[in-house]
């Protein structure tokens, strides 16, 4: 079996369950046991102390770069809209492990229905295409939709960094 490797949440803050949850990374030769990178360190960086990321989702768009789309928000005041509310962000590896944030790659133009949230990612690699699923306001109550891009343009803009 070739090596496995897994991205997850969790969320302490000194020790104490929270909901301020962060990205972790975990890799595995079997699929049976499991070795956390770095326990209880962040492998996105944050924009602020109280950001949560969520979800994330991962994929390869050439022979050397992966991207990683997820989501972000505050810990308090999050579910009503606005800025403190669920946004999607991005990073890109060359490695799998040591990341950079790149959230520009998901700034678009949204619509009404996911004009003041958007949550839960997942990419999908369709032919030359990356398809970018999310929910939208209210944790997709108004809708769920997708955006595509190709691999190379989007190759083009996360190597621009």
């Not at 229905?113 to 398809?131: G, I, R």
């Not at 190759?155 to 960094?161: D, G, N, Q, T, W």
Request: hydrophobic content about 40%; charged content about 20%.
């Amino acid at each position: 079996m070739n090596a496995v490797s897994q991205w997850w949440i969790g969320g302490l803050r000194n020790g104490i369950p929270d909901r301020t949850y962060r990205i972790g990374y975990a890799n595995s030769d079997d699929g049976i046991s499991w070795h956390r990178q770095n326990p209880g360190q962040k492998i996105i960086p944050v924009l602020s102390e109280n950001e949560a990321q969520a979800m994330p989702s991962v994929m390869q768009i050439d022979e050397s770069l992966f991207l990683m789309c997820f989501c972000y928000r505050d810990t308090f005041n999050f579910r009503t809209g606005g800025l403190t509310s669920y946004r999607l962000g991005g990073a890109v590896s060359t490695d799998l492990r040591n990341w950079e944030r790149v959230d520009e790659v998901f700034e678009m133009s949204f619509p009404e229905w996911a004009s003041e949230m958007q949550c839960y990612p997942n990419l999908l690699k369709l032919e030359e295409k990356a398809v970018l699923f999310f929910n939208g306001n209210s944790f997709g109550k108004f809708g769920f939709g997708y955006s595509t891009i190709s691999l190379k343009e989007l190759a083009i803009v996360a190597k621009l960094r």
